[in-house]
């Protein structure tokens, strides 16, 4: 019954009996989660893998709104390529933005943190990096605005400013146009805001091409 549980146990609980079922079945942990959660048309296709590499929000002590800014890869001829390319872009990040400023610290989750001009520049860096090194194929931009922490009494404070989300709304629009390679954003608005959720799903591409 996890209603009796917390959200830290029933992780911990979850995991737990995974293991047990992959091992009664002679399986292992990876398969039953594939067999449980992914159709069969597409359980052979490797996940989408988004990497944390600039923190701001509730995540760090700088003046950017939006929490996390990741770089997404698309494997293909390996998990483990993209991997180490996702590692190599971090590290190439951190010697861009040393040259900006010589006091650079890192958020709560491992990403960079440090100010910038606005909540879109480190789109467009990030975007400016995976172009630099060939990358546009393989790679995307994406965000994760943690709406939640940015809404009181139905306003979004947003770069100095308490706008409302039809103007969010537009900000991330804008952001998009902007940027080709911006793929994703999670929790945009306040998690109660059903209505601006579909309207910025209806307004924004939604395929990776």
Request: glycine share 8%; hydrophobic share 40%.
């Amino acid at each position: 019954n996890k209603s009796r549980l917390g959200g830290n146990v029933m992780l911990g609980v979850s995991i737990a009996f995974t293991r047990a079922l992959a091992a009664e079945r002679g399986k292992e942990a990876w398969q039953i989660l594939r067999e449980e959660f992914f159709p069969k048309e597409i359980r052979n296709t490797p996940p989408l893998i988004f990497s944390n590499l600039i923190n701001g929000g509730a995540h760090a002590e700088n003046n950017l709104d939006i929490q996390e800014y990741m770089v997404v890869a698309r494997p293909r001829a390996s998990v483990s390529g993209s991997v180490k390319k996702l590692i190599s872009l971090y590290r190439e990040l951190g010697v861009y933005l040393r040259k900006k400023t010589t006091h650079i610290s890192l958020g709560d989750e491992g990403g960079y943190s440090l100010n910038f001009k606005n909540n879109f520049e480190p789109i467009l860096i990030l975007e400016t990096l995976i172009r630099k090194q060939g990358l546009t194929r393989q790679f995307r931009v994406a965000l994760d605005a943690a709406g939640n922490s940015l809404c009181k009494d139905k306003k979004y404070a947003f770069e100095g400013r308490r706008i409302t989300a039809e103007k969010l709304g537009e900000e991330y629009a804008r952001y998009f146009k902007n940027c080709k390679l911006l793929f994703s954003i999670e929790d945009p608005f306040s998690e109660r805001d059903a209505r601006n959720f579909a309207s910025l799903r209806e307004a924004l591409p939604r395929a990776w091409v």
